[in-house]
């Protein structure tokens, strides 16, 4: 193999879409990391890659569907949720992940998600998380940690921002993890698992935005926020989900782990049981 075969082939070429690179993300994003995790966690995944689905709404993270080689949607600002809804309802044998970051599924979709969650809907949820809406202006959302500056709080946010694994297990979401950009092997891993779940699988992934939320909190690269993912992470797959709120002030932990994973019905079990009634005659 001659060096120009080398440097023209790369091993996720099959899941990647090589003319929309390089990507648009600013240094030190960590969404490539959160890409690079996906991308390997179908590799390795049971369901075979024609079955797989990407569905993601606006924002840094929604870029994530044109740069992946698989059917992919790339919808409206906060309905990823129920563009993905419908695609699992009509088409139950596919995979479906929703692939977004906190501005599009918490803040502007939250609705969508606390209900797909209470319905236990089978969807993997990947939520990137870089506390402010990085593409749009830098703005605050709902889950800039209480007096974090954004552009649209620049003397710290009053507002107390969401818990999202206490959210989504308080939804009912049978599978609820969180790592950070730093922990690949563990989050390819968890996102492994949620392929696997039956039913609303929600990953929640801590990931740098220099520009964005760093430079406006102290931070003096990505090379900084990544090091206070490493001195602040805590494993605790047995946390107290109550506890688990992120400050991303220096020296608070952040803590990760697989938190939930346990069994229960999701919304297709129920949904063929009722079929199965109707078709019976059963009251």
Not at 201 to 216: Q, T
Not at 277 to 283: A, D, H, N, Q
Request: hydrophobic residues 40%; contains cysteine.
């Amino acid at each position: 193999m001659n060096a120009a075969t080398i440097t023209d082939r790369h091993p996720g070429d099959v899941l990647l879409r090589r003319e929309r690179f390089p990507h648009i993300w600013c240094p030190g994003c960590g969404l490539g990391n959160a890409l690079r995790c996906y991308v390997e966690a179908m590799k390795v995944s049971d369901t075979p890659l024609d079955k797989h689905v990407v569905v993601s709404g606006i924002g840094c993270s929604g870029r994530v569907a044109g740069y992946v080689n698989i059917d992919s949607y790339h919808t409206t600002h906060g309905r990823p949720i129920p563009f993905a809804t419908g695609l699992k309802l009509m088409k139950p044998e596919l995979e479906v992940t929703v692939f977004s970051g906190d501005g599009d599924l918490i803040t502007i979709g939250g609705n969508h998600f606390i209900h797909t969650a209470r319905r236990n809907l089978d969807l993997n949820i990947l939520f990137v998380n870089n506390f402010n809406y990085g593409m749009t202006g830098g703005q605050f959302g709902a889950t800039t940690p209480y007096a974090a500056r954004t552009t649209t709080t620049p003397y710290g946010n009053f507002e107390q921002a969401f818990n999202m694994p206490l959210l989504a297990a308080a939804c009912g979401a049978p599978f609820v993890a969180r790592w950070t950009t730093l922990h690949v092997r563990q989050l390819k891993e968890a996102i492994q698992r949620a392929f696997e779940v039956e039913g609303f699988a929600f990953v929640e992934i801590i990931s740098p935005c220099p520009i964005g939320f760093g430079r406006k909190n102290r931070f003096a690269d990505a090379m900084d926020e990544m090091t206070h993912f490493r001195e602040g992470a805590v494993v605790d797959h047995d946390a107290d989900l109550r506890e688990v709120g992120i400050t991303m002030r220096r020296g608070d932990p952040i803590v990760v782990g697989n938190f939930v994973d346990v069994e229960r019905p999701s919304y297709d079990v129920g949904k063929r049981k009722l079929l199965q009634k109707v078709r019976e005659g059963l009251p």
